[in-house]
T-cell receptor, first 114, second 113 residues
């Protein structure tokens, strides 16, 4: 079945440093979504990427979707303490079995040291 | 209706007992998912409904788990003969279509003792 892998699992950064998390799928994706989960909370949608090679920005966050639509990245510039949480990518297979599923990676837990 | 509601928020049960959780999705969303999340892990897909039809179910899902969405609105997830390994957060999510964002409920935290 479809697998979505994320690295790193944990990242500790000093406030003001940059942060990047990477996501790789075992299958070609129809689209990829990113979610943020604060400690004790539930996943909250950040953004969706659909097109091959797509890049989207939200303030200090930059999201990329690979040319082959199998990988993605999230980059945060100049982290702040409000960025603390776990970032998940989630993808839906392009076709076939599992194409209804939204499969999540294991997430990258970001800690920001003030 | 401002979001996805789940009930109860917490459930403690003895091993071997049956439990049932309820999810009320956003009213205009006809797609509904159940996920399970354990500490330090991502949400693990359990099952998917489109209206009242259960179109996909995880192959990892034990036959002790069953889900329904009888009228295409709310959904229930039942776990029979609970085991300690079932302890987790059970999340429900709904979305308008397969290409839009999923909205998650607050989850039901199950503890099997």
């Amino acid at each position: 079945g479809q697998q979505v892998m994320q690295i790193p699992q944990y990242q500790h950064v000093q406030e003001g440093e940059d942060f990047t998390t990477y996501c790789n799928s075992s299958t070609t994706l129809s689209n990829i979504q990113w979610y943020k989960q604060r400690p004790g909370g539930h996943p909250v949608f950040l953004i969706q990427l659909v097109k091959s090679g797509e890049v989207k920005k939200q303030k200090r966050l930059t999201f990329q979707f690979g040319e082959a639509k199998k990988n993605s990245s999230l980059h945060i510039t100049a982290t702040q303490t409000t960025d603390v949480g776990t970032y998940f990518c989630a993808g839906r297979a392009n076709s076939g079995a599992g194409s209804y599923q939204l499969t999540f990676g294991k997430g990258t837990k970001l800690s920001v040291i003030p | 209706d401002t979001g996805v509601s789940q009930d109860p928020r917490h459930k403690i049960t003895k091993r071997g007992q049956n439990v049932t959780f309820r999810c009320d999705p956003i009213s205009e969303h006809n797609r509904l998912y159940w996920y399970r999340q354990t500490l330090g892990q991502g949400p693990e897909f359990l099952t998917y409904f489109q209206n009242e039809a259960q179109l996909e179910k995880s192959r990892l899902l034990s036959d002790r788990f069953s889900a329904e969405r009888p009228k295409g609105s709310f959904s229930t997830l039942e776990i029979q003969r609970t085991e300690q390994g079932d302890s987790a957060m059970y999340l429900c999510a709904s979305r308008a279509n397969l290409n839009t964002e999923a909205f998650f409920g607050q989850g039901t935290r199950l503890t099997v003792v």
